[in-house]
């Protein structure tokens, strides 16, 4: 079944669902009022679709992917859409104002998600008290294209219906689906904690530098270290994440924020996509 995705927000998130959206043969609008931001998710989907034309992972033209983009500044006002999953900045009040919005546009036989990756289902839709059944998380992971899980959260009130048609949607994107409760950090970004945290503390002590332990846990198995990981992430992002499952955990101090991430991305040393983090990159 072809489907009809409206993706609110043009960042890595947004643009990397609306790419294996288009892929799957469903068709995507990216929503997002800044002009700019329209016009890099434009740019960057197009060239990670003709890199994956070029080696052959992806077989139609471009012209039929493109054909299933749309990148507006407003959501459609029309009831012909399936899912609307909001990957906006990780901010409780944006999200909050985002699903209230939606909520009153949408009646209920379209389905709400969000792509937070650690803020409460029920908190972001606090304000969206129509159909509240309607609602759920849908936690795709970066690079979106790449990585094959998705983590379905189901909240207080999500129905039954929301997860099977959920679990469809993540089947038809090439994905494999878990469905998870609604608990800080759900489910991966909770077990992920002690990996990044735990190599951080041993990089202050000077246990060993940061590329050496690195290299230790891709020997061991690992696809990437943690550093490399937090780079790839933002490492902006991945102490976002860290302070929202503190503070969700009524300060647990095994998920205390660690000072060296505050103070790389207070110098702006946010990983891969400014240049620097951890590592340094051209």
Not at 152 to 164: E, K
């Amino acid at each position: 079944m072809t489907m009809r995705l409206v993706i609110i927000g043009c960042g890595t998130m947004g643009t990397g669902i609306a790419e294996v959206a288009v892929v799957a043969g469903h068709t995507a609008t990216i929503i997002d009022p800044d002009n700019g931001a329209r016009t890099r998710a434009r740019e960057r989907i197009e060239n990670n679709l003709r890199r994956g034309i070029e080696k052959g992972r992806i077989k139609e033209p471009l012209e039929t992917y493109l054909g299933r983009l749309a990148i507006e500044s407003a959501p459609p006002k029309d009831s012909k859409v399936h899912w609307v999953i909001e990957a906006a900045p990780e901010q409780v009040d944006l999200k909050e104002a985002i699903f209230q919005d939606l909520d009153a546009r949408y009646g209920p036989e379209v389905w709400l998600a969000s792509n937070t990756s650690s803020i409460a289902i029920s908190r972001i839709k606090a304000r969206a008290s129509r159909h509240p059944e309607r609602i759920g998380g849908l936690h795709f992971f970066n690079p979106v294209p790449r990585m094959a899980l998705v983590e379905i959260v189901r909240s207080m009130d999500t129905s039954d219906a929301y997860l099977a048609a959920a679990k469809a949607l993540v089947i038809s994107l090439s994905k494999t689906g878990i469905v998870v409760p609604d608990r800080p950090g759900f489910l991966v970004n909770r077990v992920a904690r002690p990996y990044y945290l735990e190599a951080l503390r041993m990089v202050e002590e000077g246990v060993a530098p940061f590329d050496v332990v690195d290299r230790i846990m891709e020997g061991a198995g690992f696809p990437m270290g943690p550093f490399r990981v937090m780079d790839l992430v933002g490492v902006d992002v991945n102490l976002s994440v860290t302070q929202s499952v503190f503070e969700q955990t009524y300060f647990d101090e095994r998920y205390r924020p660690h000072p060296l991430q505050e103070q790389m991305v207070h110098r702006g040393y946010w990983g891969r996509k400014r240049g620097r983090g951890f590592y340094r990159y051209e």
